[in-house]
């Protein structure tokens, strides 16, 4: 397969792999939060109810797990099209 052509057909599978990603990784970071707060909501940047600290925590916290979930997502469909193509996508 031609390299232009692997890109182009990567490309669908990588956008739906991005949404699935962010999904789980929501849902993750919701139970996270539920088990190391107590609270079944995270705080939000604008809630004046809620402390710096807290704030940044669950910041860093959702963040470290999106990109950890998006980085096993990415490279379990780059293994993925390796395997069904002969390939790895670029």
Known sequence: MSSKLQKVAYKPVGLALGLGAGA????????????????DDAPNATDED???????????LQG?????????????GAVGVRRFTG???D
């Open 64 to 76: 470290a797990i999106f990109a950890a979930v998006r980085a096993l997502v990415d490279r379990g």
């Open 24 to 39: 789980i990784a929501g849902f993750v970071f919701k139970e996270i939060w539920k088990l190391a707060s107590g609270d």
């Open 87 to 89: 390939e790895w996508p």
């Open 50 to 60: 809620r402390g710096w600290g807290e704030i940044l925590a669950a910041a860093a």
